[in-house]
């Protein structure tokens, strides 16, 4: 099965940009798509963005306004978030998950997630 890996969290101003990967291993991602999810404190979580294998996208359109971007790097078996013009309400854990097979727009379904990595943005 396949293990999934955050990283790229942590401080940034208002502003700010921060990029975030995913890194899979044990398997590639060839046939997984990968969702991109955040957890902000006291609150449910959030599907933010998903890519499938062929390398389509799909945001919530909650998240669809062009400062977050999905992007797949099959050499390197990742995906990241590129996250822009950040804002204190952005701050939550960040988690990736993979499933089989097409996206999901939402939590359910999603079989495997990595352990998440906080992104905390200070005004």
Same mark, same amino acid.
């Given at each position: &099965?396949? &293990?999934?890996?955050?990283?790229?969290? !942590? +401080?940034?101003? %208002?502003? !700010? $940009?921060? @990029?975030?990967?995913?890194?899979?291993?044990?398997?590639?991602?060839? *046939?997984? $798509?990968?969702?991109w999810? @955040? &957890?902000?404190?006291?609150?449910?979580?959030?599907?933010?963005?998903?890519?499938?294998?062929?390398?389509?996208?799909? *945001?919530?359109?909650?998240? %669809?306004?062009? @400062?977050?971007?999905?992007?797949?790097?099959?050499?390197?078996?990742?995906?990241?978030?590129?996250?822009?013009?950040?804002k204190?309400?952005?701050? %939550?854990?960040? $988690?990736?998950?993979?499933? =089989?097979?097409?996206? =999901? %727009?939402?939590?359910v379904? *999603? @079989?495997? +997630?990595?352990?998440?990595? &906080?992104?905390?943005? $200070?005004?």
């Amino acid at each position: &099965q396949v &293990q999934l890996a955050e990283s790229g969290g !942590g +401080w940034v101003q %208002a502003g !700010g $940009s921060v @990029r975030l990967s995913c890194t899979a291993s044990g398997r590639t991602l060839n *046939y997984y $798509s990968i969702g991109w999810f @955040r &957890q902000a404190p006291g609150k449910q979580r959030n599907f933010i963005a998903a890519i499938n294998p062929s390398g389509d996208t799909k *945001y919530d359109p909650a998240f %669809a306004e062009g @400062r977050f971007t999905i992007a797949k790097d099959n050499a390197n078996n990742t995906v990241s978030l590129e996250m822009s013009t950040l804002k204190p309400e952005d701050t %939550a854990v960040y $988690s990736c998950a993979a499933k =089989i097979g097409g996206y =999901i %727009a939402n939590t359910v379904g *999603y @079989r495997f +997630w990595g352990q998440g990595t &906080q992104v905390t943005v $200070s005004s």
